[in-house]
């Protein structure tokens, strides 16, 4: 059995559930991601409360990794939300090895540009949309473990936010560029702009250009 066989029987142990009628596929790739954000998440808190025998935040970490969860989920309930407004219909979505996922009974460069637009950009902006009201909350509570557990999910869904929006073959931000750019270019140009614009952005990545922290980041920490 070589890799891809493998990742393939991964994906294959879950079951099918419906959330806000959409259907979910969730996997051992789920757990597997709730296992990485609480472990990620522990750490995150430990640090901030300057007490590394982070034993104590075993819960918090895998809260904050299922509100995450839950995050994830609204990122891609958002495009399929929005999808419907416009005319789509959800027929698949989950967590696999690559990342969160919804597929449309169409294409969504088949559909009018504006609408590509519209329903790729809906799951960054929910993202941005989770990040700021758990600022809020941030904001108004006390330093405390609770706090921070908040914190860590802002910072994560603002992350989730910029990260989607990256002009990268098969994220959200290079579908945002092709509804932008299809009334004026055809497809093969429209191709290698995303080509070249993945090429960058993912030399960005590597140079930890996605590991300086913004000003955003700054103020939830400092709060």
Request: glycine share 8%; charged share 10%; aromatic share 12%.
């Amino acid at each position: 059995m070589n890799l891809s066989e493998l990742m393939g029987v991964i994906q294959g142990l879950g079951a099918r559930i419906n959330i806000l009628g959409i259907p979910f596929y969730v996997s051992l790739w789920t757990v597997a991601l709730l296992v990485v954000f609480a472990l990620d998440a522990k750490k995150y808190i430990a640090r901030q409360t300057q007490m590394y025998s982070s034993n104590n935040f075993v819960v918090a970490g895998i809260t904050a990794s299922f509100a995450i969860l839950a995050s994830v989920m609204l990122h891609e309930a958002s495009h399929s939300i929005v999808g419907w407004f416009c005319g789509l219909t959800t027929t698949n979505g989950g967590v696999s090895w690559w990342g969160a996922y919804v597929e449309f009974n169409k294409a969504l460069n088949s559909v009018s540009p504006m609408y590509e637009v519209l329903v790729s950009v809906a799951g960054p902006i929910a993202n941005f949309a989770l990040a700021g009201i758990a600022s809020l909350a941030v904001a108004t509570l006390g330093e405390s473990t609770l706090e921070n557990t908040i914190q860590y999910t802002a910072h994560i869904n603002y992350r989730l936010g910029v990260l989607n929006l990256l002009p990268v073959m098969g994220l959200d931000g290079s579908k945002v560029l092709d509804g932008v750019l299809r009334p004026f270019l055809g497809s093969q140009a429209i191709a290698v702009i995303i080509f070249v614009t993945t090429f960058f952005s993912i030399k960005w990545f590597l140079n930890d250009g996605f590991k300086k922290k913004t000003r955003f980041e700054y103020f939830l920490e400092s709060a």
